[in-house]
């Protein structure tokens, strides 16, 4: 893609974030036609890899709708239904603590960080504890449809929300084994986003497809597919095979040509732990990179590349 269209959308999409930021300030509430106001929500997710704060602003008169439903499959449906008119808009401004420290003990402690070189410096346990995000922060703009998600006959009051519609995400780092990048980079994306948080039982999931562009001619743009589901049952044995997983998968396939030159496959299973707030959380799995992710200086290999990622966690 040429350099000057890759600058001109970075820009524009800089432009609408900003844009976006002046519509979070000047927000307010939006009366329904019932009589009842859609007011804007602080929304927050606390994790080592991906922590976030969001706030919804409703874009029409009609207050947030309600899915109560106890099934995945009519949730999601519920969510899809007039998803390609948006309703709302979330801004969100996310950080990925863990990959922003391994860059920063690769960085800042040389020394420290080979020291957890093995095989033959061809695997590191900091990398391997730390890899799997390709920016170390991102601001983002979500314009779709929002639901609250409740559990049929359920009296508690959590804040469970759902999303889907477009995201336009901008950030200006890249990670590279371990080492930031300058790069102006922007997403568009369509997704399913939502989390369930119930005292017997967690769920959170995001399906996303769209495209990546970056200002850094040595970052090829890609097209990318990533699905993520998690799921917490305290009422389920810990054996279960379904119940209390983690499960990741990433492909990102070249703009032009459409070759496959990054696979992600992460895998976790989560111990329950009878009495405790708190559930341990065990995740391992593979990074695939092929040498044709990179060009110019940053194409440092000939061959493929395998990273095995190891995430340990607690989950409150």
């Keep these: 893609m040429p350099s000057s269209f890759v600058q001109a959308r970075v820009r524009s999409l800089s432009s609408l974030a900003i844009a976006s930021c002046l519509a979070f300030l000047c927000a307010g509430t939006v009366r329904a036609e019932d009589g009842s106001t859609a007011k804007p929500e602080v929304v927050y997710e606390l994790d080592p890899y991906y922590s976030d704060v969001g706030y919804n602003i409703p874009l029409t008169d009609k207050p947030v709708p309600t899915i109560e439903s106890r099934s995945e499959a009519v949730i999601y449906r519920e969510l899809i239904k007039g998803s390609m008119i948006p309703r709302y808009m979330l801004l969100e401004a996310s950080v990925y603590p863990m990959p922003v420290l391994g860059t920063y003990l690769k960085t800042h402690t040389p020394g420290f960080y080979r020291q957890f070189d093995i095989l033959g410096g061809n695997f590191n346990i900091i990398e391997s504890l730390t890899a799997g995000f390709q920016e170390p922060w991102a601001v983002s703009a979500f314009f779709g449809n929002v639901a609250k998600l409740k559990r049929p006959d359920d009296k508690l009051k959590e804040n469970n929300y759902g999303y889907t519609g477009y995201l336009i995400s901008v950030g200006a780092k890249h990670i590279k084994n371990n080492i930031m990048v300058e790069d102006d980079w922007c997403e568009l994306e369509w997704k399913i986003k939502g989390r369930i948080d119930h005292p017997d039982e967690k769920l959170s999931w995001s399906f996303r497809v769209g495209g990546k562009f970056n200002q850094n001619h040595d970052v090829n743009n890609v097209f990318f597919l990533s699905l993520h589901r998690s799921n917490t049952d305290l009422r389920s044995s810990a054996l279960a095979w379904l119940e209390n997983t983690d499960f990741d998968f990433r492909l990102h396939f070249l703009q032009h040509g459409g ?24 995740s391992a799995g593979f990074i695939w990179t092929s040498p044709d992710e990179y060009a110019g200086q940053l194409r440092e290999i000939k061959e493929n590349r395998l990273i095995m990622v190891i995430r340990p966690s607690i989950e409150f």
């Excluded at 496959?265 to 065990?282: H, S």
């Design 259 to 282: 070759k496959l030159v990054r696979t992600e496959l992460i895998a976790g299973k989560k111990v329950p732990l009878a009495g405790k707030d708190y559930v341990p959380v065990i």
